[in-house]
């Protein structure tokens, strides 16, 4: 008997993925340890963004710049439920968030930081009111700590669109946020373009933005002379990143500008995957990692298919 | 210690599958998968999720909460050593499946 590999492919790809592009010395926990509470800040690093890891790792460079600890913790173990909603399975969704809420709160947090807007929309649906910590998205802890990051950039002269999204109340502020954390950055300029809006909550899992209106995205960046779009999720940035071979401007998550302004350097093994444009020549990349974490290659070489080459 | 072997139902009623059977004492999942039958525990060791529902490849079950992947060809073992799923013995006599407790 074979089933529907909705569930095993979706956590496997993450938690494969996960382990061959993070850093090296970028660690999270699977099961939140509670020797380490009380925590204030735990980052979370969500099913998707394992894809991207240099994402939350950014997070916790741009924490540690600002003198703050945090509690890394992640792995489809802490997912929060969405890939349950979208398999249609509504009755696993609440439990599965529950779970993870209950694995945070193990570490006593004040805050547990997201990267992820599935993760911020399907938290603030089940987060009981006996659970106590604030659960955000990071670009909220950005802007608390703006004046302060401020002191520490350096100009960045960088001109960009800003892709956004603005469906709810959830995503309009993530949006403002990252044009504020853009604005603050000397030397960068934003562009005035009339075509980056994606769709719904994010781009790529959910509702794609369409092939017509990418393009259209690209051509009038290109036009205004951009030298990047900026995304402000791992989702939009994982399917835009391909644009940049047929275009020429970058893709740039927000985080990755505010640390490069911040004088932070980062590997983005997502981004050179993709722009390899070649699935065997990733793999090659990808082998020695691969062996050494006992992975097979064909099942990893059908997570960087799914999940990379996209 | 002996086993208790525990009649859970008939050969015939248990199709392909994974079938959640309630007994006076217990509640287990027998499994019929490439025409074997298993036995295993209906909560996963992670954090409880329903393996009744889980994934099937083979003989490899995942659960759906996080996809911890079990092997029943060999005990239970999670495939990334995360842990072990229960897993009981099963005989089948005279046409009655039994689970070994």
Known sequence: ?310 | MDKKWIAVGRDENFPEGLHLIGTATRTVVVARLAGDLYAFNPLCPHMGGPMERSEVQGAIIACPFHGWRFDLKDSGRELHDYGHLRTYPVKVDKGEVFVGF
């Open chain 1, 1 to 310: 008997m074979e089933t529907k590999q909705v569930y095993t492919t979706t956590f496997e790809a993450a938690r494969m993925l996960g382990q061959l592009l993070a850093p090296e010395d970028f660690k999270w926990d699977i099961i939140p340890d509670p020797k380490l509470a009380p925590a204030p800040l735990v980052i979370h690093v969500s099913c998707n963004a394992h894809f991207t890891p240099f994402i939350p790792h950014l997070a916790h460079l741009i924490l540690k710049r600002l003198g703050l600890e945090a509690v890394v913790v992640g792995g489809p173990e802490n997912c929060c439920g969405f890939p349950h909603h979208k398999a249609g399975d509504f009755d696993l969704e609440p439990k599965v968030a529950e779970a993870a809420l209950n694995a945070f709160a193990r570490l006593a947090p004040t805050t547990v930081l997201s990267v992820c807007p599935d993760c911020d929309d399907v938290f603030s649906r089940f987060k009981e009111p006996s659970i106590k910590f604030k659960h955000t998205n990071i670009s909220e802890l950005f802007i608390d700590h703006l004046d302060r990051l401020k002191t520490m950039m350096k100009p960045l002269p960088l001109r960009v669109v800003p892709h956004f999204h603005d469906v709810s109340p959830m995503r309009r502020a993530d949006t403002e946020r990252m044009l504020q954390i853009l604005r603050s950055i000397p030397g960068l300029e934003i562009l005035p373009a009339q075509h980056a809006k994606g769709f719904d909550i994010h781009c790529q899992t959910w509702k794609p933005m369409p092939p017509d209106k990418q393009e259209q995205m690209f051509v009038e960046a290109k036009t205004l002379g951009a030298d990047a779009i900026v995304v402000p999720y791992h989702s939009c940035y994982r399917q835009h990143c391909k644009m940049q071979l047929t275009h020429g401007v970058e893709i740039q998550h927000y985080m990755g500008v505010l640390a490069m302004a911040l004088g932070i350097e980062f590997d983005e093994p997502f981004k050179r995957l993709r722009l390899l444009d070649n699935v065997d020549a990733a793999i090659a990349e990808l082998r020695p990692k691969i062996i050494r974490l006992g992975y097979r290659e064909d099942e990893v070489r059908k997570y960087v298919q799914r999940s990379i080459y996209c």
